[in-house]
């Protein structure tokens, strides 16, 4: 239920002559009421124009990147009516506790009230086969543009979170389903409206402690780091899952190169569900507005000034740091303050490991933790995370003695959501909480554990090859683990990898043409995101063709060798281009003649200008700035590093370690790569000589004791395998 607020009123300021009315909000002044086509135009008050702008045929207009806290005049071309005054809102600027609590949330679907005047369509829910007035209970918030407040469904975790006893809140962020206002991805509109959420559903009187957890993940669980960072003060514990850490890096542009693959679908879904309905957007709000909900059918009237997300992305092919920054969790990680539970899998084909770069400045505190782990977008949600994520929650939101065993019957619910039909049930983890006398007590056990928790071969760890269960575990205390030790590789004659530098500046140069037709875009033919989380996936994951690639591979390792991190190909690079696009992949040759799929990265050359802030000897960090863009220069070798994306491996003892350089394209099962056709016309080269030495720098963790047995091959959750076959080089 919606309760209206003199703030609420207060906030369409407007002279009394005025024709239309004006909502100021975070950055942005929106006009609504005006005639279709009405020119109006933005002002110093003094009379200076900004710019302007025509209302659409909802009469609506929009002015965006507004100075906050600054007035501006608004004038409608043509009227003798004097210019209208608005004053922008500051993001800092929070409502009195009275704004919240005089907003009354009861079960069922209904509308949250932000602080701007926007009204964000919500569905509040008791825990499974409970109802409000037996409360209070504990209680989750899952945010997102997805369909978190659709009344005739659940969103997955929400589902579970109902199922082991929270009353759970859905909200739809501004611009999606029916709640009102536009959709501008993570922009400061949608945080602040984040923190509204919080303390509207904190101040009920069901909700037990007046505080609440937020939970979800992918699009819900990216949103909890920009809430958490907002730091609203009955936040008790956030549970991101599944994130990204940088908008621009992964999934949007790795290494400076436009993913046309999945960051293109992943922003057309948004695109498509920002149509105002009942004409587009998501099915449930067109039902809704059939049905009469006059609410959802006023919040669309904005929606016609949405900008296109895909235009917005294909026009800004550089970082931007002003427009960037704010839209990125790993400028808000460090501003958390209430205990977080962060997991994400190194491989996961929708978001990728770019979340990874943000984990050293994840807050320190005995109640912040995160598990890493081979695997997919869905693999923060099997078993061993899944149970560690119920025991934080029952610690840190609803202040019980965990009980994560109580989610056994779900398991194979779990099971068939993300692995799929007629797949068997995962392994169940030990309870580590049984047994253990009192919260305090196990708030001990929970907080002795490692702040990181590296589950290592997931998929290999169960008599059924690819069933999420790992092998054994690492723990560090910070990231990157300083454990690590850094270990180059360097190119060698005939596709070998060497410990030691060249000594010869004779011959050693070694080409290949990039060809990013050379093989299949994606590694598995459907577009389905839960093909990729099957048991054991129809890989396509075929190797290097010829003289489109090079290869370099050790000899037999004698020892095993672990690592856990980024890595990085640090190339003397030439190229008959301008510019080139380059795919570093590094893989496992067994024993038996498979190969074993690791991790990759990518760099558009002429991106190879790196931040020294932030690079390290085994994480380049390229700026991706405009101004930072180099040509490749003819005849010349130049210094270009590829950094690999974080992963956590075991090189066995008698395989090889080998990295291949390509075009991009090939690794991924939902990613592919803008890159420029070639058809073989361009010729790279890379020099391995004692003066341009050419290597691969892995993060060695030593002293690990993996389980003797190599992993069946497939097997290991997100790692395709195939038959070892060697580049046209011979590595």
Known sequence: MLVPTLLAASLLLATPAAAFEVQRGIGFLALRGLAEATEVVLEEPSGGEIERGFADRFGSLIFRELEQGRTYALREVGSSEPPTLATVRVFEDHPDRSFYEAQTLVAGYQYIEMRDGTRLAAMVRPPLGRNLSQGPFPTVIEYSGYSPANPGGFEPVTLLASALGYATVGVNMRGSGCSGGVLDLFDLPTTAD????????????????????????????????????????????????????????????????????????????????????????????????????????????????????????????????????????????????????????????????????????????????????????????????????????????????????????????????????????????????????????????????????????????????????????????????????????????????????????????????????????????????????????????????????????????????????????????????????????????????????????????????????????????????EEHAQEMPAGEFVRARIGIAAAAHVFRAGSRIRVTIEAPGGDKTRWAFDTPATGGAVLDEISRTRDKPSRLMLPVIRNVEPPPTLPPCPGLRGQPCRTYVPAGNGG
């Open 194 to 625: 984040g923190y509204d959420i919080v303390e509207a559903v904190a101040a009920q009187p069901w909700v037990d402690g007046g505080k609440v957890g937020l939970v979800g993940i992918s699009f819900s669980g990216i949103s909890q780091v920009f809430v958490g960072g907002a730091q609203p003060p009955h936040l008790a514990a956030i549970t991101p899952l599944s994130v990204i850490g940088d908008i621009y890096r992964a999934p949007g542009f790795p290494g400076g190169i436009r993913n046309s693959g999945f960051a293109q679908s992943w922003l057309q879904e948004r695109k498509d569900n920002a149509r105002p309905a009942p004409e587009g957007g998501q099915g449930w709000a067109i039902a809704r507005v059939n049905a009469g909900d006059e609410v959802c059918r006023d919040n669309q009237k904005l929606r016609l000034q949405t900008l296109d997300p895909i235009e917005f992305t294909a026009t800004r092919p550089y970082y931007i740091p002003e427009l960037m920054d704010p839209r990125s969790p790993s400028q808000w990680i460090s501003k958390v303050e209430v205990p977080t539970f962060l997991a994400g899998a190194f491989q996961d084909e929708q978001t990728g490991a770019g979340f990874v770069s943000m984990l050293e400045d994840l807050p320190r505190g005995r109640d912040v933790k995160a598990t890493l782990l081979n695997g997919v977008h869905s693999s923060a949600l099997e078993p061993e995370v899944l149970w560690e994520w119920i025991a934080f929650l029952d610690l840190y939101v609803a202040g019980v003695l965990p009980n994560p065993s109580r989610a056994r019957p779900f398991v194979p619910v779990i099971a068939t959501e993300i692995l799929g039909a007629g797949s068997p049930a995962p392994p169940v983890p030990v309870d580590r909480y049984d047994g253990v006398l009192g919260v305090e007590g196990a708030l001990k056990v929970f907080e002795s554990s490692p702040r990181f928790r590296v589950l290592m071969e997931n998929g290999a760890g169960s008599p059924t090859a690819g069933l999420p269960a790992s092998t054994f575990e690492l723990g560090f205390e910070t990231w990157p683990p300083r454990e690590k030790k850094h270990t180059a590789w360097y190119f060698g004659p005939e596709g070998t990898l060497l410990e030691r530098r060249p000594k010869s500046d004779l011959s050693g140069i070694d080409s290949f043409r990039p060809d990013p037709a050379a093989r299949p875009q994606k590694t598995l033919p459907g577009t389905g995101q839960s093909d990729s989380w099957r048991v054991m996936p129809p890989y396509n994951w075929r190797p290097p063709l010829g003289e489109t690639a090079v290869g370099y591979a050790t000899p037999p390792l004698e020892d095993d060798v672990t690592i856990v991190g980024p890595s990085s190909v640090d190339l003397w690079l030439r190229s008959s281009a301008l510019d080139t696009d380059l795919q570093a992949t590094l893989s496992e040759i067994r024993p038996d003649g498979k190969e074993a799929y690791v991790q990759s990265g990518w760099l558009r050359a002429s991106h190879r200008r790196e931040d020294g802030r932030r690079r390290t000897r085994i994480e380049p960090w390229p700026t991706h700035l």
